[in-house]
């Protein structure tokens, strides 16, 4: 029986399948020659990976950079409150401090606590103490403000859990459209063997490896940030406590 053979027509676009088919030297040997050879469909999911892959390590720099500035003012500040006596030395220090969460939470609570003075009565002079309601309020109002700065610190930390947990979900897609891809491809081929099957496969699961190579370090910095936030969360809580423990005895509340 002779074997029918087509005549390829020059210039003519060859299905990949069939190029891979046609000799061993056409079968991608590399991850990178998977990619430049892959389909239009898994270039674009690897695009989509490439552009979330940028984004999250951006964060990661701004918010490192972001908490490492804020960890050196607010441990110089809260040093030098530590050793404050008074509270007008402690209003000096928040002035001539760097821009940091702490001194923004003490200067709300003497700015509460001054404008919350003239409710006492015309009569009030500095010994005056502030009400058993006043007190709560101003508690409150340290509670928003390390709420606040809560928030602030924690802009774009979503953004990394979000990536870390749809990056793995495009890969996912790019590695089924990839098999499906591969599979009308032996279909059509009429060919079930290793070596037409492979190839397809193995770039279909770059995908999914381009995904974890995302999605990783994006979890692990997202874990590793939110960490430190809710410890400076924890530390301005006790901090505000410091606060009114300094007014009280100063005789301010």
Known sequence: M?????PAVAGAAQPRYVLLAQGPAAVPTSPWEMVTSAS???????????????????????????????????RQFVDSFEHASRLDDAATLAERADPNPFARVFGRATQFVA??????????????????????ALRLVLDSETN????????FLPWLATI???????????????????????ATQGSGNIGAVAPGVAE?????????????????????????LNRIDSEL?????????LMVREGRI
């Open 2 to 6: 002779t074997a029918l053979v087509i």
């Open 40 to 74: 239009p469909i898994t270039q674009l999911v690897l695009v989509v990976l490439l552009l979330l892959s940028l984004a999250s390590w951006a964060i990661m720099l701004a918010k490192w950079r972001e908490f490492r500035s804020v960890a050196g003012a607010s």
């Open 115 to 136: 404008e919350t003075r003239p409710a006492l009565g015309p009569s009030a002079d500095r010994a005056a103490r502030l009400s058993g309601s006043q007190v709560e």
């Open 148 to 155: 606040r700065e809560r928030d602030v610190l924690g802009r």
């Open 164 to 186: 870390g947990s749809v990056s793995p979900l495009i890969g996912l897609l790019g590695t089924v459209l990839g098999v499906i891809e591969a599979f009308i491809g032996i």
């Open 204 to 228: 279909a699961l770059i995908a999914t490896a381009a995904a974890l190579a995302v999605a990783i370090p994006a979890v692990f910095g997202y874990n590793l940030f939110a960490n430190r």
């Open 237 to 245: 809580e006790g901090f505000g406590s410091e606060v009114i423990a």
